[in-house]
């Protein structure tokens, strides 16, 4: 499959699992879950407190490419060597994530800052990746993953940076 074909589907299935949700009016039951985070609402992103140097293209930008980008909108292709962790960062606004190679397991870290510096709070492993399938995830505070497999991972996540209801 080509690169471009790949990135349509992929931008497509998000647009389409973006309008579901808004105009759904059974959301709930849609096959799209969402993970919550300390900064999952649009109200916190207004008192988004982690500085822009943490932002995944600034502190992660050999795990996060640019795809497409523009005032309302930025697609990122994910990507994680085996075996790698990647940088603390964050990530500002909502997002879907769709996993295109899952890497399992993997270890996510998550982390707060403590007396100026960030300090790890918790560590979850993840012994399964839903593949092909747009998940919404909201804001996410100072993050790390180390992918503990023995291949490469790749996700896309775009990131929706205007108010939509979800």
């Known amino acids: 499959m080509k690169f471009g074909q790949f990135f349509l589907g992929v931008l497509s299935g998000g647009i389409l699992v973006f309008f579901m949700?808004?105009?759904s009016?059974?959301?709930k039951k849609s096959p799209v879950t969402i993970r919550e985070s300390s900064a999952?609402?649009?109200?916190?992103?207004?008192k988004w407190k982690w500085p822009d140097s943490l932002d995944a293209m600034v502190a992660a930008p050999k795990n996060h490419r640019l795809v497409y980008e523009d005032?309302?909108?930025?697609v990122l292709m994910?990507?994680?060597d085996s075996k790698k962790s990647e940088p603390?960062?964050?990530h500002k606004w909502n997002s879907i994530m769709w996993i295109a190679k899952p890497i399992v397991p993997?270890?996510?870290n998550n982390y707060k800052k403590v007396n100026g510096k960030l300090v790890k709070t918790d560590s979850v492993i993840i012994k399964e990746m839903p593949i092909n399938l747009g998940q919404l995830i909201g804001p996410e505070a100072p993050t790390s993953i180390t992918n503990q497999s023995h291949s490469n991972g790749e996700a896309y996540r775009i990131e929706f940076k205007k108010e939509f209801k979800n």
């Open 88 to 90: 603390i960062h964050t």
């Open 25 to 27: 009016t059974n959301a």
């Open 106 to 108: 993997c270890q996510i």
């Open 40 to 46: 999952d609402t649009l109200s916190a992103q207004a």
């Open 78 to 80: 994910v990507a994680l």
């Open 71 to 74: 005032s309302n909108v930025r």
């Open 21 to 23: 949700l808004k105009y």
